[in-house]
T-cell receptor, first 115, second 118 residues
Framework: KAGVTQTPRYLIKTRGQQVTLSCSPI?????VSWYQQTPGQGLQFLFE???????NKGNFPGRFSGRQFSNSRSEMNVSTLELGDSALYLC??????????????FGPGTRLTVL | AQKVTQAQTEISVVEKEDVTLDCVYE???????LFWYKQPPSGELVFLIR??????QNEISGRYSWNFQKSTSSFNFTITASQVVDSAVYFC???????????????FGQGTTLQVKP
């Protein structure tokens, strides 16, 4: 069974540009969550999508947005990039069930560098 | 508000020493999940263990053991006879629960960098 796939793995952008990152979940997983990891702020939750709808949102400015497609693949977009957006962006996917626990599986991450 | 605190930023031990990583959490939920993840230099998060709020049994898996105490809101992780391959960043995390089970939102601690020297 293929794991969570994130593309691209590495990205270099300049300030002011925008960027789109992609996450393909494990087959059958309909929940996709995004996290940002920086040395200063650690691992922080960005948002969660389920059935093409944002279900949870972290405390990030509106420059950070996302969406989910009907095949559960998700993209996140960061507009007007700032130096502080340089980070490892991780996505995690999981099944949805009627109660009980469903484990989240993390992808390898996309390392974004903003120059 | 939910919060996870890992007070130890960095720990350095010599191989074969035992080491305990501390984790203290805050939540108002009665149902929640606690986790430990390992992040090697490659960056990928590796799941180690999950505990739900109703299960306070301690767990041992090989050289790893976990001590969950609701009375002190702690979920500590001990590595016995540490090895160089244990060197990594370790994260404790908390997840809230809803009717469907757990949400996709994890609250992470700041992480503890463990260095095991030969």
């Amino acid at each position: 069974k293929a794991g969570v796939t994130q593309t691209p793995r590495y990205l270099i952008k300049t300030r002011g540009q925008q960027v789109t990152l992609s996450c393909s979940p494990i087959s059958g997983h309909r929940s996709v969550s995004w996290y940002q990891q920086t040395p200063g702020q650690g691992l922080q939750f960005l948002f969660e999508y389920f059935s093409e709808t944002q279900r949870n949102k972290g405390n990030f400015p509106g420059r950070f947005s996302g969406r989910q497609f009907s095949n559960s693949r998700s993209e996140m977009n960061v507009s007007t990039l700032e130096l502080g957006d340089s980070a490892l962006y991780l996505c995690a996917t999981k099944l949805e069930g009627a109660g009980g626990y469903n484990e989240q599986f993390f992808g390898p991450g996309t390392r974004l560098t903003v120059l | 508000a939910q919060k996870v605190t890992q007070a130890q930023t960095e720990i350095s031990v010599v191989e074969k020493e035992d080491v305990t990583l501390d984790c203290v959490y805050e939540t108002r939920d009665t149902t929640y999940y606690l986790f430990w993840y390992k992040q090697p230099p490659s960056g990928e998060l590796v799941f180690l263990i999950r505990r739900n709020s109703f299960d306070e049994q301690n767990e041992i898996s090989g050289r790893y053991s976990w001590n969950f105490q609701k009375s002190t809101s702690s979920f500590n992780f001990t590595i016995t006879a540490s090895q160089v391959v244990d060197s990594a960043v370790y994260f404790c995390a908390l997840s809230e629960a809803n009717r469907a089970g757990n949400t996709g939102k994890l609250i992470f601690g700041q992480g503890t960098t463990l260095q095991v020297k030969p």
